[in-house]
């Protein structure tokens, strides 16, 4: 499949995800807030609750920011012709693969360190 194929097939499913990304990461903001430490009207278990939650809801945008570098270098690297092609050996990156996970920058043998 050509570059150009791969771009109008891909690029939708990029951007899309990117949206949902973003859009995810402002809806959960007030879940990675500051736990207040007032005990007159949070119990102590229930603040250690809020922490963990807390905790939890971090880790996730962790997670979150990781994907969308992932997805915003896959669409860095449409106009260039590099999209699908494997940044370590160079060769195509099976289109399964990528319908699998659009974002891909690796083929299966690199990204299984074969």
């Not at 150009?4 to 959960?28: K, N, W, Y």
């Not at 005990?39 to 278990?45: A, K």
């Amino acid at each position: 499949m050509a570059e150009d194929a791969l771009a109008a097939r891909f690029r939708p499913l990029l951007e899309a995800e990117l949206v949902a990304l973003r859009a995810q990461s402002e809806q959960t903001a007030d879940d990675r807030a500051p736990v207040t430490l007032d005990q007159q009207s949070v119990g102590r278990l229930s603040r250690m609750d809020a922490m963990q939650a807390q905790a939890m809801a971090q880790a996730t945008e962790r997670r979150r920011l990781v994907r969308i570098q992932q997805v915003e270098a896959a669409l860095a690297r449409l106009p260039t012709g590099e999209y699908g092609y494997c940044g370590a050996c160079g060769e195509a990156i099976a289109e399964r693969r990528l319908a699998a996970d659009p974002a891909a920058h690796l083929c299966v043998g690199c990204s299984r360190g074969a």
